[in-house]
């Protein structure tokens, strides 16, 4: 028997789960509002609540898996990328912990975490599949043939998809965090109304600042001619947004799995809770004859869950890292 406790800190959720012999038995997540008056992650204020949150989130999460802290056999905690001082807390903890009970230590690539998400339910994806993840900082494409080994497919040259939703959001003058109100507002709304430029970016690759900058401009001039114009016009807007970086992903994604011929084709990471991806993807499986798989919306975002089970893989290799390991602000998943 194996009882992995898991640690992540990423960025904004200061989350710990426990898992045993591949089970998630328990996956607290402790969210912070305090980013939501400035529109956006401030690091150092979220290192800080980081270190509020951690002990009280490992300990809910031992609780509620019914175990002792003395029965846990390993700490798998996500190594990066990500911001480095919410990093460092959970890295640290991480790190003491195993010392402390002189268990094995274990890194976990935080986007390889996204992706092995699918991992922890039924039904659960066969190798070789193609994994499109998307987050607020990275918009990837994945060959996962393994565990752990993936290749890199494509990904983002500039912005990510998720930066893309939350930046028209804050034009759009939406409270932080302003993804999941574009894709509330976008079930309202004509998804054809309005029309947004597709960038033209070679191979397997995304570009959203191009975007980015034409939905701003589109907004100026409209509002210029009539300053109610979002707020007549908002779940249109979103709709036709949301549409269009949905379309790019989806395009790319298609393209891929017809190159290399693979048809078991996932979703992962923050955007993949998105209900226009979620929805495109399940239609684009059936015109395509894909067997598509998507992540419960509580392992879409950030989670430590999904940091357990990828320990729990690592755990039956034997791979360990040891105490000297430092955070990474940036790690590919290949």
């Excluded at 430029?197 to 995304?206: G, H, L, M, R």
């Excluded at 570009?207 to 114009?229: A, C, H, M, W």
């Excluded at 360990?320 to 998943?333: G, K, S, Y």
Aim: proline share 5%; with cysteine; glycine share 8%.
């Amino acid at each position: 028997m194996a009882t992995i406790l898991g640690i992540e800190s990423t960025c904004d959720e200061t989350s710990a789960s426990i898992c045993i012999d591949g089970k998630i038995y328990s996956n607290i997540i402790a969210n912070q509002t305090i980013h939501e008056k400035y529109g956006g992650v401030v690091p150092e204020l979220a290192s800080r609540v980081h270190q509020q949150n951690i002990i009280p989130a490992v300990e809910q999460s031992i609780v509620e898996a019914k175990i002792h802290k003395n029965d846990i056999d390993a700490v798998a905690f996500s190594r990066g990328p990500g911001l480095l001082g919410s990093l460092l807390v959970g890295t640290s903890f991480g790190k003491a912990f195993a010392l402390a009970k002189n268990i094995p230590l274990i890194e976990i690539n935080h986007m390889q975490a996204h992706i092995l998400a699918h991992f922890i339910d039924d039904p659960k994806p066969a190798f070789p599949f193609l994994c499109l993840t998307v987050s607020g900082g990275h918009t990837q494409i994945v060959k996962v043939k393994d565990y752990f080994e993936m290749e890199l497919l494509g990904q983002t040259l500039d912005d990510a998809a998720g930066e893309a939703f939350d930046k028209t959001a804050k034009i759009l003058d939406l409270p932080y965090p302003g993804g999941p109100l574009i894709d509330r507002y976008a079930k309202k709304g004509n998804p054809n109304r309005y029309t947004f430029p597709e960038p033209k970016i070679p191979d397997f690759n995304f570009s959203f600042s191009g975007l980015k900058t034409s939905i701003l401009y589109f907004i100026q001039r409209n509002v210029k001619e009539n300053p109610d114009f979002v707020q007549e016009n908002l779940a249109d807007i979103c709709a036709s947004v949301q549409n269009r970086i949905v379309s790019i992903l989806l395009n790319k994604l298609e393209k891929a799995a017809q190159e290399t011929g693979i048809k078991n084709i996932a979703i992962a990471g923050g955007v993949s809770a998105n209900s226009g991806l979620r929805t495109g993807i399940e239609q684009l499986g059936m015109q395509n004859g894909w067997n598509v798989f998507i992540p419960k919306f509580e392992y879409c975002t950030d989670n430590a869950a999904m940091v357990s089970i990828a320990g729990y893989y690592k755990f039956l290799k034997e791979d360990f890292t040891t105490q000297d390991v430092a955070p990474l602000t940036r790690w590919t998943v290949d």
